[in-house]
């Protein structure tokens, strides 16, 4: 089985904001894939299904983003995932916006709802696709994160979204290392 989590907070009030990007990729990739999120289990929405003859978990975990970790230890000690089989999708303020990321393993760095899922599981050899949501020029870190894109950047982020449903395909069916050669720098 592979589980792919995408980070954001629950509510109406942070539908649309960069921070949500993670929650945006899972939603778009859902419907692409035919898959209803409907179920609330381990502190997150859920939706299950089949892939060609892959079973796949998609989740949003309702936790908010800074405590992300608690849901997705659930999932992952209730399934017996293997990390290589987890992958995190979520927005970096460090690249570009619409830039995507993808890397096997490696730190939490700033971002509050990686550094949940790493203290939780005890390990952050797991893959991450990371999107670039850019950095504030003058505003505030939480109100940027929390802010919604510009009109200028829609157009960008779709085409990320887009390129993160193909990125994510890539991850299930031919592995993260393939992933990464096929969607790093785009």
């Given amino acids: 089985m592979y589980v792919i989590?995408?980070?954001?907070?629950?509510?109406?009030?942070?539908?649309?904001?960069?921070?949500?990007?993670?929650?945006?990729?899972?939603?778009?990739?859902?419907?692409?894939?035919?898959?209803?999120?409907?179920?609330?289990?381990?502190?997150?929405?859920?939706?299950?299904?089949?892939?060609?003859?892959?079973?796949?978990?998609?989740?949003?975990?309702?936790?908010?983003?800074?405590?992300?970790?608690?849901s997705i230890g659930e999932i992952v000690s209730y399934y017996d995932i293997p990390l290589e089989n987890l992958l995190i999708v979520y927005d970096d303020i460090d690249l570009e916006v619409g830039k995507l990321r993808l890397r096997?393993?490696?730190s939490a760095g700033t971002h509050n709802g990686m550094r949940s899922i790493v203290s939780y599981l005890k390990k952050d050899t797991f893959p991450r696709l990371r999107i670039g949501i850019g950095k504030p020029e003058r505003e505030d870190l939480v109100d940027f994160v929390l802010g919604k894109f510009p009109k200028n950047q829609k157009k960008e982020i779709q085409q990320a979204i887009e390129m993160a449903g193909e990125a994510i395909d890539v991850f299930i069916f031919e592995g993260i290392y393939e992933a990464m050669n096929q969607f790093n720098g785009n």
């Fill in 5 to 70: 989590v995408g980070l954001g907070n629950p509510g109406e009030e942070y539908v649309g904001t960069r921070h949500n990007i993670g929650f945006d990729v899972i939603d778009f990739y859902a419907k692409n894939k035919n898959i209803n999120i409907h179920k609330q289990k381990h502190k997150a929405l859920i939706g299950e299904g089949f892939i060609q003859n892959k079973k796949v978990l998609l989740v949003k975990p309702q936790t908010y983003m800074n405590l992300s970790g608690e």
């Fill in 104 to 106: 096997a393993k490696g």
